[in-house]
């Protein structure tokens, strides 16, 4: 018997001190990791600098904000995607905001209402009101979709709203936007708050669903630059202590106006440097 | 090179490759108890049942219920196992006996098929196609029963597979000894094949509970997450994947040690499971059991 275990536990050991000790990032790549809302135009600003700076690579991948966040801090990536300001308490790092996205408030297309006041999402989140008549729709149980803790349109809307995450009572949770988008196109009766960008260009894609006036201002890239619409947030991308190397040539990349048009091209405002 | 060397040599390399799927196991149960030791010596790990809900990210209350989503978790695969048994076990039984030839090998090669179908297909599938029908009719849609239909797809070839080669390597003397007793088809099938080739199935049948257990991308999109205890089938749920799954990425701390201890207890789950199944294989058959 013994004869069998020994190599079995030392095989065993071996798997764990490989496991722990592989690093995500290779010595001439460069990782990204963090918010979803982030990654494409990451992907996209990626794919260009490689074309132009033949040699680099570099790897995008997705996890939510806190994801990019930790990562950083634990130095598993140089380089994080949130997209949400930093908290008093995350000090440690630095964020440089490369754009600026809205959260907006999606309904399917058959959905008769087509605005709402902060008073009526808090009260529609809270279970308060439950159903599409009591506003002025439909006579049916309004489903409401959140999102899974750690989520950064989450954090922004509970800011927004005023709300502890136990607060929110929902019917559907979703992870990502597409997944919210998604339930919303397969339900009349569902409403979810989702980026202001992925909303839009699932809309012109043809996804059954609309994105609602927030008290009459309408949830566009024009009305987030002027600063007008209510829910909003930065696309930031963090480090911590000095970059160098690769990491802050493309850093400086994401934050120059080089990438504006892709910034555009998926319905975030720039920022000027 | 002589034969008894050469015998050595495969011996030591057919060794090293089963040492080492043995071992990979041990490995992630070994990594997965580590990750989880803070929670463990902590006694933070009696929130999981005295907690009602689960909401790590509040920062007024903080609770760690997993009772919910332990219950979700045995529900949905209940349900898948309810529903894709008897489909895949009555589809196996009826190419073997019934249907024509070429039928029977059609039916074959759509069961691989919807084997290698990718799950996060099924998980836009069930969630663009099956949760609006079922939210016509039961809003919100995305329910235990969305989880357990998908679920059941997905090891519905696990199942049917490994009952129809269980059937097939059965000894033909069998049915000889049935045709020649005179018995029926229904009666074969009924009183000599099900039973014969019961272990088998058996078998299938737990591969197709742990997969079921498992699964995690699928389920996540069509279950609606939400960590309650079910009152109908209608109900969104989460299981403890699908926790897994949404929260791993950005957890720290507590929270993620609990979350690494609800794994530890899937994988506790699983292997439960088939430790009860080699234990009542032991006792039903005690000269063949290994």
């Known amino acids: 018997m013994i004869r069998f275990v020994l190599p079995i536990a030392a095989a065993g050991l071996f798997l764990l001190h490989f496991t722990s000790c592989s690093k995500l990032e290779s010595s001439e790549g460069l990782l990204i990791t963090g918010s979803s809302t982030v990654a494409p135009l990451v992907a996209d600003a990626a794919q260009r600098f490689e074309k132009e700076n033949p040699g680099a690579r570099i790897d995008v991948q997705t996890g939510g904000s806190s994801r990019g966040i930790n990562d950083v801090r634990k130095g598993l990536a140089k380089l994080g995607m949130a997209s949400r300001a930093l908290k008093t308490e995350e000090s440690d790092i630095q964020a440089d905001t490369i754009a600026i996205d809205g959260v907006c408030l999606i309904l399917h297309s058959d959905n008769p209402i087509e605005d709402l006041t902060k008073e009526e999402i808090t009260a529609i989140y809270q279970k308060q009101i439950s159903n599409w008549e009591n506003l002025g729709g439909s006579a049916a149980d309004i489903v409401v979709t959140g999102k899974a803790a750690g989520r950064a349109t989450l954090e922004v809307f509970l800011d927004y709203t005023g709300l502890d995450s136990a607060d929110v009572q929902a019917d559907v949770i979703a992870g990502e936007n597409q997944q919210a988008i998604k339930t919303v196109a397969g339900n009349p009766d569902a409403i979810a708050y989702v980026s202001i960008g992925a909303a839009a260009s699932e809309a012109l894609a043809g996804a059954p669903i609309k994105l609602i006036t927030i008290e009459g201002i309408e949830p566009t890239t024009e009305n987030v630059a002027k600063g007008i619409f209510p829910i909003t947030r930065p696309l930031n991308i963090i480090t911590k202590g000095e970059v160098t190397g690769l990491s802050r040539t493309f850093l400086e990349y994401l934050k120059s106006d080089r990438i504006h048009d892709l910034v555009e091209a998926h319905l975030y405002v720039p920022v000027s440097p | ?290």
């Not at chain 2, 997905?154 to 269980?166: D, Q, W």
């Open chain 2, 1 to 290: 090179m002589s034969p008894s060397l050469r015998d050595r040599i495969l011996r030591l390399s057919l060794g090293a490759t089963a040492i080492l799927s043995g071992s990979v196991i041990l490995a992630v149960i070994v990594f997965l108890f580590r990750e989880a030791l803070p929670a463990l010596t902590s006694g933070k790990l009696s929130h999981f049942f005295t907690d009602l809900r689960w909401q790590p990210g509040s920062e007024r209350d903080p609770q760690f219920g997993l009772t919910p989503m332990l219950l979700a978790s045995l529900l949905v695969t209940v349900l898948a196992t309810i529903i894709a048994i008897p489909i895949g076990v009555g589809g196996a039984i009826f190419q073997q006996f019934y249907a024509p030839a070429s039928l029977g090998k059609f039916h074959d090669r759509l069961l691989e098929l919807l084997a290698g179908v990718p799950s996060v297909i099924f998980g836009f599938w069930g969630l663009t196609v099956l949760v609006p029908v079922i939210n016509r009719w039961q809003p919100p849609g995305q329910s235990l029963l969305a989880a357990g239909l998908v679920l059941a797809l997905m090891i519905l070839p696990t199942v049917g597979l490994t009952a129809r080669s269980a059937i097939r390597s059965l000894e033909p003397g069998l049915l000889q000894g049935a045709a020649a007793l005179g018995m029926g088809r229904p009666a074969t099938i009924l009183r000599i094949i099900i039973p014969a080739a019961r272990q088998g199935i058996g078998a299938g049948c737990l591969l197709a509970i742990a997969r079921a257990l498992g699964e995690t991308l699928a389920v996540v999109m069509v279950c609606g997450n939400i960590a309650q205890i079910p009152h109908s089938l209608f109900d969104p749920v989460r299981p403890i994947t699908s926790t897994i799954a949404l929260e791993m990425g950005y957890a720290s701390s507590d929270h993620r040690a609990l979350l690494y201890a609800a794994g530890l207890i899937l994988v506790i789950l699983t292997g439960t499971l088939v430790a009860s199944q080699a234990f009542r294989k032991s006792r039903l058959t005690p000269g063949q059991a290994g």
